[in-house]
């Protein structure tokens, strides 16, 4: 995520011309971009990390059930 805030962020900041990201060239942003393509389509998913967030989240959600039945009695 911290990634596409960057791009949207350089995105910005080059479409306005803020500062010195006034003479950044785009190239570097479709790169940055591509490389977050890659990186979310197929580094993550052969890494297995899109699975491990998944599992987290399906474990808090059982952990908090398991509470609230055992808090109520």
Sequence with gaps: MPLILLIAALVALRFFEVWRFADL?????????????????????LLGWDKKKAHDEDDKRRKARVKNSFDKR
């Design 25 to 45: 060239s785009w190239w570097w942003i479709v790169g940055l971009m591509v490389f977050a393509f890659v990186w979310f389509e197929y580094v993550e998913p």
